[in-house]
């Protein structure tokens, strides 16, 4: 009975003793395990050629806008356009009273008669003095009156003349014409209304909205860049078409509008470093209407030798700087700070801190840090 505690006592120190061996050769087995090099994904970047094209705000501007201002003052006597209808150059639109435009027009037709036959009479009196001045049978005052005579009276029909073209042009402008074709807006006189010469307000407005345009606000610096990498030659451009714009009008992306780049302003805007770009759409089921805000996708053209990195291989810093995990010759870990552009589909265009053939890690950055040994597998 002594020796039953002994015993028990020996078999619990050789059980204290097997479970300690048993720990020693797991933790030697898991120092063997995180000594081995860490397997990771990577991407190796080769050069090529992307399509450069960003998204731009803009706002529709109509191709050309005209404010109907009346020429002569009277009486408004008759409107003849439908309020937002289609109006063609040259049609008439208001006509005010004609009355006292055309007692104006008689007027002055018999002044011009008058002054006409003044000038006949004084024009034969005129050739008699000729002759008669060279037969000396009259005097040379005689015949200075007779010439001053013609040529006051060749005057005062050239006056009549002009305000006889004046009387018709004002019965003209009792009709007010159209001055461009397009879009009319609603009317902002009525029938019996005065209308007066220099008046503030117009008539109405005519807006031409086939072709149409679309002012679009781009940063100075990204067009800096656009135009640095043209004159360097990586950025390659169509030159005949020109930059081409694309405006999607539904979510769902099936109504899509394509015009052409003019030209974009010589100036930048102060207050916000901006650039405005016109660009020229055809319009000819009225999809834009000016006033309208658009958000216009620029095709510059195709940036030649572009390193692309995928989004996840891309991470920040605590200040927000791009960086990214390389694997170097030695086969261990890299961080390297970047330089992004836009983006591409699931890509960032890069600019500068990576180069041609370097291996970007894209799987497993959770489980690395810098100057870590790993192994390289590429990633499809």
Known sequence: MR?????????????????????????????????????????????????????LPGRVTAFKVAEVRPQVSGILRQQRFVEGSLVQQGEPLYQLDPALFEAELAAAQASLASAE????????????????????????????????????????????????????????????????????????????????????????????????????????????????????????????????????????GEQQLTGTLLFNEVTVDSDTSSITLRAQFDNADQWLLPGMYVRAELAAGELQQTLLVPQQGVTRDARGRPTAMVVNAQGEVEMRYLTLGNTYNANWIVLDGLSAGDQVIVEGLQKIQPGAKVTAEEVK
């Open 117 to 252: 036959a003044v000038l006949q009479a004084n024009a034969a009196r005129y050739e008699r003095s000729k002759g008669l001045l060279e037969e000396k049978a009259i005097s040379q005052q005689d015949y200075d009156e007779a010439e001053a005579n013609f040529l006051s009276a060749q005057a005062n029909q050239q006056v009549a003349q002009a305000a006889l073209q004046k009387a018709q042009l004002n019965l003209d402008y009792s009709r007010v014409a159209a001055p461009i074709s397009g879009r009319i807006g609603r009317s902002s006189v009525t029938v019996g209304a005065l209308i007066q010469v220099g008046q503030a307000q117009a008539l109405t407005s005519i807006h031409q909205l086939d072709p149409i345009y679309v002012d679009i606000v781009q940063s100075s610096d990204e067009f800096m860049r656009l135009q640095q990498a043209a004159r360097s030659g990586r950025l390659s451009t169509d030159s005949e078409q020109g930059p081409r714009v694309t405006i999607t009008l539904d979510s769902a």
């Open 3 to 55: 020796q039953r505690p002994f015993a028990a006592l020996s078999l619990a120190f050789a059980t204290t003793f097997w479970l300690a061996a048993c720990g020693q050769a797991e933790h030697t087995s898991d120092g063997m395990n995180t000594g081995a090099p860490q397997s990771v994904g990577v991407v190796t970047l080769t050069p090529q050629s992307v399509p450069v094209s960003t998204t």
